[in-house]
Every structure is written in structure tokens, then in C-alpha cells.
């Protein structure tokens, strides 16, 4: 399935070190090309000899070998490989490369590549919920790197949580949809993500908390799965995939003429988090203080994006929409499912102290007419190839 593959390998320290060694065997057997590159810290857990008898071919380690520059550069090894994979990914590595630091081979190839890259993230538990790790992830993530991983389980410190990396065949998988033909081919898609600001006057403006990271994992899966996606995303905090036709709004009532302008579609996904309301005549010039008075906002209703496109005639095969909650979630989103005629409801619990609205990691239980289905929580990306897959299903 990986025939005529070309995987370029970057193998970072940690006791995870050893299960990249099954990942070579397994990228060979399907029919991949495996250059490896071995830091220094992952010698420190597997040998040299090791790395290139399983590859088939030398392995390359250190940014300074004159040999290996005259032979082959850091910049042409960088750009040969169809993908670059990072199994184990320390916090190290997943710092530099979200920081762009290049200090040795391996971060040096991943800042001058142009290839997709994969990480598969190993580390302890603490490390791995530390706020910097955090940070490092969303980063990546929105700069369209996918991450397999971590699983939970016993750490080689002896503690248990979530950092330990994916197993090979688990990521062999993540590998190979890369290369199969897409579930999605030959469908259109669109997304709508991120919020909305509905101006008061020209400085000021009613919002929400959404950052667009779920929308935005959202549309970035579609297109990976082989979709034509076409993505409406209001002022977001996190950059737009490439490779989908982006169409950059502010305002609820400028979505609403984007997706109308986007259809049809087979798929829509309504991930953006909408204002219900805005103001009916918003000021020319900046609102004042005068004398303690408080200004009175006419609000009127914006419209309803979701709503309206379910109840078209031609509306696309398989409409879903996001429900934010902070109680009576799975209870409010059937209500809400029904209220709108969408066919599948995605609800999640936003209330104080989840970190969702705005975070890395979501927790959503999707309410269909058939019943609720509650997925464990994971981060955005891994919700959103689960959704997409889902999508696929339905549409097949």
C-alpha cells in the first residue's frame, strides 16, 4: 500500500525509541523507501547498526559530516521524502519545531522541509500536560502538522497517564491514509468555523471565546480524506489549511452569504460559533462616556445559517451542526438537532474549567436521530478525522 513511498524518519530520544525500529519494518513491508535520521539522543537508546540494517540503507545523524553534505544535503534530504515522520517526538523535538530552532540535523531537516510531517509525540505525563507542551502542540497543529497519539497507559517511570506513543501499527495506518485514494473524492465539503464579531461602532464589537481550531481541524481533515472543501471562517486564532478555498468573513450576516454562495454541497459542517444577535444600527463613530449614562444596545437576530440550509430543498446530503453547552448538553442538542432540521448534532460541555472553548482538546457526544454516541476526548485533530470519517460513511 506504500509502493513507490519515500518516508523520511526522525527518530528523537526516549525509551520509545525501540518501537521505531518496528515502524521500519513495518513502512518496508508495506512498500515504503525509509531514509532514517537518528539524533543523538535516540542513539543513546537505539544503535546506528540497528536504524540502517532494518532501513535497507545508511541512516544520517549528524548536521556537520562533510561526507554526507557532499553526498547528500540537509536541504535535499529534506525535500526527497513524500512524508516526514518524528517517532518518538520528545518535547524537545515538538518544542524546537514549533520555535523553528535549527541547531542539529534533525531540527534543521524538519525547519527546511516542504513535506507534510507526522508526529508521533512520547514523553511523561507531566511533560506531556505542561502548559509549554500545550502551547508547542496547538502551534503545530495549526501549522497543519499531524499528530498520532500519544496513547495512555504505565510509563517506563513507573507513572500512568497519557504520553506514551502510538504504536507502530497504529501509526503505519496514519501513514498509509496519506497515501490511499481519499474516502472523500470527488466530494465537496463546507466548513464554517471560528466566531463572529457584530460591530457596536468602529472599535468595538459582540464576540464569543471560539478560536476556529476545530473547524479548522475539521476542514484540514476533509481535505486530507480527498475533499474539494470550501471553508467560511470568521476572525480566527488559528491559521487555514492549505489546499482548501478559504473564504475569510466577519459578520453572521456575511457567513450566512458565504455558504450561500458555496453551495451545493454533499457535506456542511457548521462548526463556526455564530452570534445570535447583533446590533440593529451599529455607530459610524466611537461610542463616548458622557456623564456616567449607559449606552442602550437594540439587538436584533442574525440569522440562522444552520437552520436555513437543512430546510433547503437542495440542501447538501448530510448537514451537521456544533452545539456548545453548558448544561443539559446531550439534552439541549437533541432539541437543538430537531429545532434545526441538521442530521447529525455535535454537542460539547464549553461550561467553566473544561479548557474546550478555545483549547486544544474537545470531548463532543454526537446526537444523531438514531441515538447519542459519546467520544472519549482527544485533541481537535483526532476529533475531527473521527467526524470525517464518519462523514465518509454516510456518504458512500
Keep these: 500500500m506504500l509502493t513507490n513511498t519515500h518516508i523520511l524518519l526522525i527518530v528523537g530520544g526516549g525509551i520509545a525509541a525501540y518501537k521505531s525500529l518496528d515502524l521500519i519494518r513495518r513502512l ?11 539524533t543523538r539522543a535516540g542513539a543513546e537508546f537505539v544503535t546506528p547498526l540497528s536504524v540502517s540494517s532494518l532501513a535497507g540503507k545508511r541512516m544520517f545523524s549528524d548536521l556537520w559530516d562533510l561526507t554526507d553534505e557532499a553526498e547528500m544535503g540537509h536541504i535535499q534530504l529534506s ?22 530552532r535549527a541547531d542539529d540535523l534533525a531540527s534543521t531537516l524538519l525547519l527546511a522541509t ?11 505525563v507531566r511533560m506531556w500536560e505542561h502548559p509549554a507542551t500545550r502551547r508547542n502542540l496547538a502551534i503545530l497543529e495549526s501549522d497543519g502538522i499531524e499528530v498520532v497519539g500519544p496513547g495512555i497507559g504505565d510509563m517506563a517511570c513507573g507513572e500512568y497517564g497519557a504520553g506514551r ?22 466530494k465537496h465539503v463546507l466548513v464554517t468555523s471560528g466566531p463572529t464579531h457584530e460591530p457596536i461602532d468602529p472599535v468595538r464589537y459582540i464576540a464569543n ?21 470550501t471553508f467560511v471562517t470568521g476572525p480566527a486564532s488559528v491559521a487555514p489549511p492549505s489546499g482548501v478555498e478559504v473564504v475569510a468573513v ?28 447583533r446590533v440593529a444600527e451599529p455607530s459610524a463613530r466611537k ?33 451537521v451542526g456544533f452545539a456548545a453547552e453548558t448544561h443539559d448538553v446531550v439534552e439541549n442538542a437533541r432539541a437543538k438537532r430537531a429545532r434545526k432540521g441538521c442530521d447529525w448534532i455535535l454537542a460539547n460541555d464549553v461550561s467553566e474549567g473544561t479548557g474546550i472553548m478555545g483549547g486544544t482538546e474537545n470531548a463532543v457526544t454526537l446526537v444523531t436521530g438514531e441515538g447519542e454516541e459519546t467520544w472519549e476526548r482527544a485533541g481537535k485533530d ?9 462523514i465518509a460513511e454516510r456518504l458512500a
Design 209 to 229: 471565546r471560539s478560536s476556529g481550531a476545530q473547524g479548522t481541524a475539521i476542514a484540514r481533515a476533509a481535505r486530507e480524506a480527498g475533499a474539494r472543501v
Design 28 to 38: 518496508r513491508r508495506a512498500g515504503a523507501e525509509v531514509t532514517p535520521v537518528l
Design 79 to 100: 525535500r526527497v521524502a513524500d512524508l516526514v515522520v518524528v517517532a518518538p517526538a520528545t518535547a524537545d523535538l515538538m518544542a524546537k519545531m514549533a520555535q523553528g
Design 114 to 124: 516542504d513535506t507534510p510531517v507526522l508526529i508521533a509525540p512520547a514523553m511523561n
Design 287 to 319: 461610542t463616548k462616556k458622557a456623564d456616567g449614562a449607559r449606552p442602550a444596545l437594540d439587538l436584533v437576530e442574525n440569522p440562522d445559517i444552520l437552520a436555513g440550509v437543512a430546510r433547503r430543498a437542495d440542501r447538501p446530503a448530510l448537514v
Design 250 to 277: 466577519e459578520t453572521a450576516a456575511q457567513m450566512a452569504a458565504a455558504v450561500e454562495a458555496a453551495l451545493p454541497a454533499d457535506a456542511a459542517v457548521f462548526a463556526a460559533a455564530v452570534a445570535d444577535w
Design 382 to 390: 483526532a476529533v475531527a478525522r473521527r467526524l470525517v470519517a464518519r
Design 165 to 186: 506513543m502510538s504504536e507502530p501499527d497504529e501509526i503505519l495506518a496514519s501513514v498509509s491514509r496519506r497515501f490511499s485514494v481519499g474516502v472523500l473524492e470527488g
